[in-house]
């Protein structure tokens, strides 16, 4: 299978529901007031100057195909970084954010204080396998995002191809695209907090993807101070 000649993937920008987890958490709150649903929280005035930022970016990477989650933040800022492009887009489900089931619209302080034994069951099986009941794993992402990558290869070979999607996403697409094993994806989790509307890249080289960037913010205008992190929560809500 022929391998794609470029590979991006762009975290949304900053959405309102970022700024409401990231007031919780500094706050000492244990929930997160968001009235809408994961999939329906739009980007903030900051993210769509952000969206903008990534589209004169896109403009001279010159992609071919944009695969975009379907939840509104995601799908606002491709609309906005594409523009009048004529880039292919398609809106793809299995990019959807991770789901967190119960942990959802709890801060860290909020899993420990009011769920203690899925804060335990979490630490006993490491948040690469952990399952919070009606959510998904890492592991259960990274099974929808292999099948994704697999098609848009079978589909676009040789192709430049970008994903617009959320924090998770990044981190998970380079554990497909460098081959990295459970404990490198962990410690990349740890320490890093992948910027909105970062972008991170793979360029072909033989029959392989070749990291180029990761989590770049050099296009965006200024120095933005990234989200709050939930070591304890994962990605809520990105």
């Known amino acids: 299978m022929e391998q794609l000649e470029w590979l991006a993937v762009v975290r949304h ?50 992609p071919r195909l944009a695969v975009v989650s379907p939840y509104l933040r995601t799908r606002q800022t491709a609309e906005i970084a594409l523009g009048e492009s004529g880039v292919e887009t398609i809106v793809d489900e299995r990019l959807r954010d991770r ?5 959802d619209l709890h801060t860290a302080r909020g899993v420990q204080a009011r769920l203690p034994e899925e804060a335990g069951r979490r630490a006993r099986l490491g948040k690469f396998y952990y399952r919070p009941p009606g959510g998904e794993s890492w592991a259960d992402v990274l099974l929808r995002l292999r099948a994704l990558l697999r098609e848009i290869r079978e589909d676009h070979p ?3 191809v970008v994903l617009f999607a959320h924090e998770a996403t990044v981190l998970m697409v380079r554990y497909l695209a460098e081959g990295l094993d459970e404990q490198r994806l962990m410690a990349l989790a740890h320490d ?17 993807l070749e990291a180029e960037l990761f989590n ?6 200024r120095e933005e101070t990234p ?12």
Do not use: M, Y
């Not at 890093?192 to 392989?208: E, F, K, L, P, Q």
């Not at 989200?227 to 994962?234: A, L």
């Open 13 to 62: 920008g900053l959405s309102t529901g970022n700024v409401t987890a990231q007031e919780a958490e500094t706050g000492g709150a244990e929930l997160i007031d968001i009235p809408e649903r994961d999939a329906d929280v739009p980007l903030a005035d900051l993210g769509r100057e952000q969206a903008e930022a990534v589209g004169r970016f896109l403009v001279k990477q010159k």
């Open 99 to 103: 789901e967190l089931g119960v942990l």
């Open 158 to 160: 040789g192709e430049r």
């Open 227 to 238: 989200p709050t992190r939930q070591e304890d929560v994962d990605d809520q809500p990105v």
């Open 216 to 221: 770049s913010v050099e296009h965006l205008h």
């Open 192 to 208: 890093t907090t992948i910027a909105n509307c970062s972008v991170s890249s793979w360029r072909r080289s033989g029959d392989r």
